[in-house]
Nanobody
Framework: QVQLVESGGGLVQAGGSLRLSCAAS????????MHWFRQAPGKEREFVAS???????YYADSVKGRFTISRDNAKNTVYLQMNSLKPEDTAVYYC???????????WGQGTQVTVSS
């Protein structure tokens, strides 16, 4: 079992930056792929970014070049640095942890990000 706790959300003006954190419990963090998803009001949850056990990363086209995902295995934490924020980035952001090539996994409770125009 892995518990995930997100933090770092808030209200920011368009063009600003935020850094989200997701702290994981347990001793298996370094063998888990980590992902960020988001869900805007009235919309389905969508993929944002991934960082794999290998350290490789992958981004949704909508955030490529603006967001950076990273991980610190010593701290059992994954980060999402969000720059040049836009109002359309407004959503609840969720952290997800799963074993490589395995669907589902564990989810955090989410953190709200609101970008004002």
């Amino acid at each position: 079992q892995v518990q995930l706790v997100e933090s770092g959300g808030g209200l920011v003006q368009a063009g600003g930056s935020l850094r989200l954190s997701c702290a994981a419990s347990g001793r298996t963090f370094d063998i888990l792929d980590m992902h960020w998803f988001r869900q805007a009001p009235g919309k389905e949850r969508e993929f944002v970014a991934s960082i794999y056990v290998s350290g490789g990363t992958y981004y949704a086209d909508s955030v490529k070049g603006r967001f950076t995902i990273s991980r610190d295995n010593a701290k059992n934490t994954v980060y999402l640095q969000m720059n040049s924020l836009k109002p359309e980035d407004t959503a609840v952001y969720y952290c997800n942890a799963r074993r490589p090539r395995t669907p589902g996994g564990f989810w955090g409770q989410g953190t709200q990000v609101t970008v004002s125009s």
